[in-house]
T-cell receptor, first 117, second 116 residues
């Protein structure tokens, strides 16, 4: 067990709706990254949050947004859901130095599986 | 830009046989490379990582990988497969800049099947 917890574990939404996924980081970690893993694919980097600010973003549209809170927990919000948003969403926490580099490893949660109908 | 390619989406071996999972990378900066394992309905677990130290990296559960710059490869091996090794394996490179940024670019994954 990594200490990274995600909620909910499963959810079903319809096209056009909005969803919020939550992640609680491992104790002592200051950075949260989010990944989207479509069925049969490798995870794709969505974005990373460091000190409550977005610190890098992958090739995802603006309707994917996030927050990081002072306790380093995080939310992923997706607006105007599309069928292709159906995937496993993984959160990973880590400790990043002031120079912006990892000082340890990424610890992944078990993910939130989103189905869009 | 960095990328990884995993050769073979499915690999099947007999229990006790050698496991070889292939990964080639592309990177414009010295790469940081990783292998992760994913069991059904679970998140990703780090097996091992290369961070520019020794080229032969030993990981958990008897796995190891060798960084070969001339071949741009980072293949994962295990001398003797166990039934519990059956899982999805992902090779990844640290992307979006140099160093270990924590922003990983993953390959498509290789499903390892272990036959009794």
């Amino acid at each position: 067990e990594t200490g990274v917890t995600q909620s909910p574990t499963h959810l079903i939404k319809t096209r056009g709706q909005q969803v919020t996924l939550r992640c609680s980081s491992q104790s002592g970690h200051n950075t949260v990254s989010w990944y989207q893993q479509a069925l049969g694919q490798g995870p794709q980097f969505i974005f990373q949050y460091y000190r409550e600010e977005e610190n890098g973003r992958g090739n995802f549209p603006p309707r994917f947004s996030g927050l990081q809170f002072p306790n380093y927990s995080s939310e992923l919000n997706v607006n105007a859901l599309e069928l292709d948003d159906s995937a496993l969403y993984l959160c990973a926490s880590s400790l990043v130095s002031t120079g912006g580099r990892l000082t340890g490893e990424l610890f992944f949660g078990e993910g939130s599986r989103l189905t869009v109908l | 830009a960095q990328s990884v390619t995993q050769l073979g989406s499915h690999v099947s071996v007999s229990e006790g046989a050698l496991v070889l999972l292939r990964c080639n990378y592309s990177s414009s900066v010295p790469p940081y490379l990783f292998w992760y394992v994913q069991y059904p309905n679970q998140g990703l677990q780090l097996l091992l990582k290369y961070t520019s130290a020794a080229t032969l990296v030993k990981g958990i559960n008897g796995f190891e990988a060798e960084f070969k710059k001339s071949e741009t490869s980072f293949h994962l091996t295990k001398p003797s497969a166990h039934m519990s090794d059956a899982a999805e394996y992902f090779c990844a490179v640290s992307g979006f800049g140099s160093g270990n940024t924590g922003k990983l670019i993953f390959g498509q994954g290789t499903t390892l099947q272990v036959k009794p």
